[in-house]
């Protein structure tokens, strides 16, 4: 998960920008690099590897300028080095950049035509061209970013020189956190408050659209359209705790935020934005050549993994078998020769996880491992590691390590496919450029927050037990919104197939229990929109989540519905993780219990 650090002011930067720098290497990177205003020139130094590696270049080749900013690059557009190390900059414009820009070979082509020359394989760049273009077609250079801006879609966070405009530093976030700090005689810029804590306790955090143009005198921050908003500041040491929680009032919660970039980051590292197709690392085994694959996890990541064993399936035709970690030894499973095992883990140690993988290797298998900290020993002893770029998750209750668990395996999937040639061009080109599209609508899903809070305040604090209905790739969705809930609400919650409501939880429906319907537009829609109405034929409180034609059909038979973003089906499982987690979060906190830190949970399961 890349970080972000800037400031403007009157001491030198570099120094400052490589500590801001280092308190950001928790999020994980693979380069690192800065860049200032010097002598009214641009000035930039990057390096592939830890920061100690840029600090020894700054060392040796150390540059001045009071005004800069700094990045820490996890790989996702191009590998990992130099070249697309950011900052980014040509002669005029230098740019910092977290999470995705879904129209970058549109806007790259144009700007590509009009003479511009790329020099690295980032989505990054074409923000650099695009501002420099409108200036070097006569706009003032603040206005020419203003411009930029408006033409980007995704999820994003930027920091930007100006080598015109000396005197401010500009910031901009839409899907992605980030900070603003407020100095004596100095301002600031993070991906999260930890970044500025030696700096500044004096945080303001921007809010989606938000641009802001920072002096050494403060911030001026504004919409898209250029009209003045206000945002609140607060003393980050009011609460010792919130250094980190990026302005929430949980790490739950700061973490449900991040999912449009670190889904964005995790995506990246695995698309291919020109061809637009998936490319995996290398592999220590041949895809096509996989008979059978076993899908092994844990809590929250097995149902990641059942989303998983439905897109393998549906999509590369491979017979997949699901397993929860905690039961698979003990069945002594059979286990096909050359076949792959995938193992899920946001820890990477999670005891009966990482036993199943030794009972496969003994066994013959392929093992792929799917983590979060790429150190586990989980990842040391898979045979490969697909990692999910979420970052460090502090609450108990996954949400980020979810999504982006879900990412991988719809990369996967799709590598799959084109290994076996079971997909075709056109497919695939459709499915990834869906999934591109997930950042951005991942953002619109977050700004129903306050409409879900009041569902849960309304209709899920008073209850004592609650259902959770979909069909094919949303009943895992049910599963883990139920999940969610019995963790950090202590509601008694479960999770059905819709089809099987009719097989015994039908009997439990009455005007107390919440039903919440996990319906996207789908083939399946119509079968789980009937499903809706046996639940309110029996004075059942439906709660849909769906999309805006879902919500219309299904709007006079709902207690309350939700209009999700319409997305390709392929896709809908990520989108559709979030709500549940609000709803989830919501009524938690609503009900006063440790939403961090709920009881009898730990983070990493590391026995038996």
Request: proline share 5%; hydrophobic share 45%.
């Amino acid at each position: 998960m890349c970080g972000i650090v800037g400031i403007i002011g009157t001491a030198p930067a570099a120094s400052r920008l490589i500590e801001g720098l280092r308190r950001l290497e928790y999020r994980g990177y693979d380069s690192a690099g800065l860049a200032t205003l010097d002598g009214g020139a641009i000035q930039r130094r990057r390096a592939k590897g830890k920061i100690a590696v840029l600090d020894d270049l700054l060392r040796t080749d150390p540059i001045g300028g009071t005004t800069g900013v700094g990045h820490t690059r996890w790989a996702t557009h191009g590998m990992p080095n130099e070249a697309n190390a950011h900052p980014h900059a040509n002669g005029r414009v230098a740019v910092v950049h977290n999470g995705i820009i879904e129209n970058f070979q549109t806007l790259r082509d144009e700007l590509v035509a009009k003479g511009h020359a790329f020099t690295s394989d980032t989505d990054t760049e074409v923000v650099v061209h695009l501002i420099s273009q409108g200036i070097a077609e006569g706009t003032e250079p603040i206005e020419a970013t203003r411009r930029a801006l408006g033409r980007l879609e995704g999820a994003f966070a930027l920091g930007i020189l100006l080598k015109d405009r000396p005197d401010v530093l500009i910031a901009a976030r839409q899907g992605s956190p980030l900070a603003l700090g407020r100095g004596e005689g100095e301002m600031f810029l993070g991906s999260d408050a930890l970044a500025l804590a030696p700096m500044t306790q004096r945080i303001t955090y921007l809010e989606d659209g938000d641009w802001a143009v920072l002096t050494t005198e403060g911030a001026t921050i504004r919409d898209l359209d250029g009209q003045e908003v206000a945002r609140p500041e607060q003393l980050s040491s009011l609460s010792g705790a919130m250094i980190g929680k990026g302005g929430h009032r949980h790490f739950m919660a700061k973490e449900i935020f991040e999912q449009p970039q670190v889904i964005g980051d995790t995506l990246n590292a695995m698309f291919n934005p020109t061809r637009r197709s998936i490319t995996l690392p290398d592999l220590p085994f041949d895809l096509a050549a996989v008979p059978r694959i076993t899908m092994i996890a844990c809590g929250t990541a097995s149902l990641a993994g059942l989303v998983g064993k439905y897109w393998l399936e549906r999509f590369a035709g491979v017979a997949v078998d699901w397993d929860l970690a905690s039961e698979f030894r003990y069945r002594a499973p059979v286990m096909a020769e050359g076949g792959l095992a995938i193992f899920i883990s946001q820890s990477g140690e999670t005891a009966d996880t990482l036993a199943a993988l030794r009972y496969c290797k003994q066994h013959g298998q392929h093992c792929l491992g799917i983590v979060n900290a790429p150190e586990s020993t989980i990842a040391r002893e898979a045979d490969a590691v697909l990692p999910t770029l979420a970052g460090p998750e502090i609450g108990v209750a996954s949400t980020k390590a979810f999504t982006t668990q879900l990412v991988v395996l719809a990369c996967l999937t799709i590598a799959l496919a084109r290994a076996r040639g079971v997909m075709d061009r056109e497919t695939e080109a459709r499915l990834s450029g869906a999934m591109t599209e997930v950042p951005s609508r991942a953002a619109e899903v977050l700004n129903h927050d306050g409409r879900i809070r009041a569902i849960a305040e309304d209709a899920f604090v008073p209850a004592r037990d609650v259902l959770y209905l979909g069909r094919g790739t949303s009943y895992p969705l049910a599963l883990e919104g139920a999940l969610k809930l019995k963790e950090i609400s202590y509601i008694h919650a479960e999770g059905y197939a819709a089809g099987e409501m009719k097989h015994g939880p039908i009997a439990l429906i009455d005007e107390h229990v919440p039903v919440v319907v996990i319906a996207p537009s789908d083939p399946l829609f119509e079968k789980t929109a009937s499903n809706v109405q046996e639940v309110v034929a029996r004075g059942g409180k439906a709660v849909v989540f769906s999309d805006a034609e879902g919500v219309k059909r299904l709007r006079d038979l709902a207690l309350d519905a939700v209009a999700l973003p319409a997305v390709d089906p392929f896709v809908a499982p990520i989108l559709y993780a979030l709500p549940v987690q609000l709803l989830a979060y919501h009524t938690a906190v609503a009900k006063g219990t440790d939403v961090d830190q709920p009881r009898n949970l730990a983070k990493a399961v590391t026995v038996e």
